[in-house]
């Protein structure tokens, strides 16, 4: 199943001085990306990435199950200073397949 995973840093994960910026940047942030990147080779993360100019991540990940998803996601260490919103998404192929089906039904319905 593909979830559409969108991370942003809290208000209060925000660093607020310079030291508290390296902490964020050496303990959170550097080693979240080399587990995406880790994700993104092992086709977890299927597209997405941070993005530019902001604390952000938006990734398309393609999992088994929400409770895998979970996982993965908890096991970021920036994921504790982010706001997470997860969405499923559904494949074009079961979208059609399930219109189409809808479509027949109402076909057969006398008008």
Same mark, same amino acid.
């Given at each position: 199943?593909?979830? =559409?995973?969108?991370? %942003?840093?809290?208000?209060? $994960?925000? @660093?607020?001085?310079?030291?508290?910026? #390296? !902490?964020?940047?050496?303990?959170?942030?550097?080693?979240?990306?080399?587990?995406?990147?880790? =994700?993104?080779?092992? %086709?977890?993360?299927?597209? $997405?990435? @941070?993005?530019?100019?902001?604390?952000? #991540? !938006?990734?398309?990940?393609?999992?088994?199950?929400?409770?895998?998803?979970?996982?993965?996601?908890?096991?970021?260490?920036?994921?504790?200073?982010?706001?997470?919103?997860?969405?499923?998404?559904?494949? #074009?192929?079961?979208?059609?397949?399930?219109?189409?089906?809808?479509?027949?039904?109402?076909?057969?319905?006398?008008?």
């Amino acid at each position: 199943m593909y979830y =559409l995973v969108e991370m %942003k840093v809290t208000d209060g $994960g925000r @660093p607020t001085t310079t030291a508290e910026g #390296f !902490v964020f940047i050496e303990q959170y942030v550097l080693p979240s990306m080399e587990i995406c990147k880790k =994700l993104e080779m092992d %086709k977890k993360i299927v597209s $997405g990435g @941070p993005i530019a100019g902001s604390m952000e #991540f !938006v990734m398309v990940f393609d999992v088994e199950s929400i409770t895998e998803l979970d996982n993965l996601l908890e096991g970021l260490p920036i994921w504790v200073r982010m706001h997470t919103s997860v969405r499923q998404l559904v494949r #074009f192929e079961d979208r059609i397949s399930h219109i189409r089906s809808r479509l027949e039904g109402m076909r057969k319905r006398p008008a």
